[in-house]
């Protein structure tokens, strides 16, 4: 396991070792209350930072963590993953308690009160993830906290031998976002996700974002990763969710910028912009990029569909009148 840093009792004094660990925790992890049990207390902490999450293995003597809730608008959601290699962990949360063993794990919500309390020295490989990145493998992960995965489940034997990779010595050294990606993954199957790109979830997602293109498909510079950086994913898995539902983000985008233009040419209450005007507020940058394209999707140029809409109007409105 590649180590960015390292905390032990083991620098410290033995009459200062409880109160330097749990002003180690309490830095790391604002929130936390940290009471270590027993007067030879001993721990040690090994961080890494992969693509911007935290991963830490804690060795520890007994101890009670607890966690204080805070407001939802005071702190960016996340979660934590606790699995256990050793020893025994207590886990409260959500009037839900469970005892943690070897080879198990546990979700809990890092914005509600929490408490876990190990019974004897034990190791555990602990990481905090931001709930954007929850939220892009489970469709409501508050219903999984406090809920222990354990080898028992086929499906969370995939996630639960990840995490037990990371955690040891001669964890395999790959790219960040390949391995978060493979534990998300794993995650998803684990609460019975088994195809994410076909899951309801990856619907829901699918919408959002042609919300957010209908929306933003006027902006010159939108980009795959403005979308994905708005909904709180990769730009790897917002493409791979077109994939699985046949078409790619740029195509979207195209049609809906196109079919905004078709709509501006055959309102009245913009009939005093050019097709020039009507292209800049679509998102072309180019006046005849924008013919081009229009042509190729509604067989005439836009000057064309225009006069051509306008007299279907014209000769609807004179049928009317000679009705009356």
Sequence with gaps: MAVQRTWSTTDVCKTQARTYWAETLQNLMPGLLVEPIGRD????LKQRL?????????????????SLSRPRSAVEGQFAL???RSGSLKVRQFARSLELRPGECVLLDGREQSEVVTCAQSESLNIVLPSKWVGQWLIRPENEVAKPFT???????PFLNILELLAGDDAPEVGGNLMLNQLGGALAIAVGHEEVGGTAHASRLLNRIQQIIWRRAGEPEFRPQCAADEIGISRRYLVSLFQSAGTTFNTELMRVRLEKGAEMLRERRFEALSVMEISLRCGFNDASHFTKRFKDRFDMPPAAYRSCHNQKQEGGEAALLTLH
Aim: with cysteine; glycine share 4%; proline share 6%.
């Design 50 to 66: 992969v693509s911007g999450i935290n991963i830490s293995l804690v060795r520890a003597a007994p101890q009670c963590v607890r």
């Design 82 to 84: 606790i699995y256990l």
């Design 41 to 44: 207390f001993e721990a040690e």
């Design 151 to 157: 080898p028992a489940s086929v499906r969370a034997r």
